[in-house]
């Protein structure tokens, strides 16, 4: 019984030294993986909610239950006090093992892999603010506060002296080489404060979506960015470029084909409506009997007024007799009156044809009398 009392004693005591080193240190979360994490997406920073919130980068975390990596999304964080950063997470590799590095609160930004985060995280300290007085300054050359009103703000031009790429690992094969300098030695060593309870909420929303599995996404999450920790919709969410949410577009499609199926039946009924009279409108070729329109055109040549000329004709007959006696006079007017002024309607109206040919009957003999009266006169 003594014994038992003295081991726990002894453990108790154990485990109280080495609280301090806990503290002084980042500690890993005891999870390796074999394989590298994927690049890190590329996504627009959403507007910063208020004052004194600070930038997360996003990362990609392991899930031992689905054997994948998933996203967890970059947001904006209240400070747990201030003068308190946040050092991002990373993978580093182990030898062995790609092994994950929680991020922390701190007074300074320490070392998290030389892993270029963007939005300040260039991979060696922190460019998007600082603490002066209570409170916290913002660069807006790095960070968007564009949308509220903060006058705690400055413009300083950040020059990334690393190579700009999407490697979110050091070490290993491929990943970023990387060592710690002197100044991220010694903020290991100050205090730290783990991820507040809005952030590990935050990251236990993200496991529980597949969508930001990476298997899902191929590395485009559709949700790579939020305006508050667990708001993973509405205004202000970012997706990844290059993201296809498989999810939405699916709703949307059946609710077009919804919308789309009521609506194609009505223009079908509409167009059958008019499909149906079209035979009637093909019967409208009953008025290409139009034709009749089409001889309108020849009262339009009014043959009432040309038998009117046909009147002029049947003078020419009453004339016919008078010259009779005098066939000379008699011949020449018929020529220039009936003939010549209206040929189609002798063409026409066949039946004065026969009136002219007794008066070529009668022609001939007249020109033989005079002959003979010439000689006499000899």
């Not at 004052?51 to 689905?66: E, F, K």
């Not at 998007?128 to 916290?136: P, T």
């Not at 016919?320 to 066939?327: D, E, G, I, S, Y």
Request: aromatic share 8%; glycine share 8%.
């Amino acid at each position: 019984m003594l014994l038992k009392i003295w081991c726990r004693a002894i453990l108790s005591t154990l485990f109280l030294l080495g609280l301090p080193a806990l503290s002084m240190a980042q500690v890993s979360v005891n999870v390796s993986v074999g394989v590298p994490p994927p690049e890190l997406p590329v996504y627009e920073q959403p507007p910063i909610p208020g004052d004194g919130y600070i930038w997360t980068p996003g990362y990609w975390a392991w899930s031992d239950d689905d054997q994948d990596y998933y996203w967890v999304p970059g947001t904006w964080v209240l400070a747990p006090q201030p003068d308190y950063l946040w050092t991002p997470g990373y993978w580093g590799w182990g030898g062995a093992a790609y092994i994950w590095h929680m991020g922390y609160w701190g007074p300074h930004v320490g070392f998290y892999g030389g892993v270029n985060y963007g939005y300040g995280y260039g991979g060696n300290g922190y460019e998007g603010g600082y603490w002066q007085g209570g409170r916290l300054y913002y660069n807006r050359s790095v960070n968007n506060v564009s949308n509220v009103h903060i006058t705690n703000v400055y413009n300083k031009t950040v020059i990334n002296n690393v190579t700009v790429n999407r490697v979110s690992y050091n070490g290993g094969n491929g990943g970023v080489r990387s060592q710690p300098t002197r100044a991220e030695e010694e903020a290991t060593r100050e205090r730290h404060l783990p991820p507040v309870s809005d952030q590990q909420h935050h990251a236990q929303e993200a496991r529980s979506n597949p969508a930001l599995r990476a298997k899902e996404n191929q590395g485009h999450p559709p949700i790579a960015a939020t305006p508050r920790p667990g708001a993973f919709s509405g205004a202000g969410v970012v997706q990844a470029r290059g993201a296809v949410n498989r999810a939405e577009p699916q709703p949307r499609a059946e609710n077009q084909r919804r919308t789309e199926s009521p609506s194609r039946p009505e223009p079908q009924s509409r167009t059958e409506s008019p499909s149906r009279p079209e035979p009637q409108s093909r019967a409208e070729p009953q008025p290409r009997a139009e034709p009749q329109s089409r001889t309108e055109p020849q009262p339009r040549a009014e043959p009432q007024r040309r038998p009117e000329s046909q009147q002029p004709r049947a003078a020419p007959e009453t004339r016919a007799p008078q010259p009779a006696p005098q066939p000379h006079p008699a011949a020449p007017p018929p020529r220039p009156a009936a003939p010549p002024p209206h040929p189609p309607a002798e063409q026409r109206a066949p039946p004065p044809r026969p009136a002219p040919r007794p008066e070529s009957a009668p022609r001939p003999a007249p020109r033989e009398a005079p002959r003979p009266e010439h000689p006499p006169e000899r």
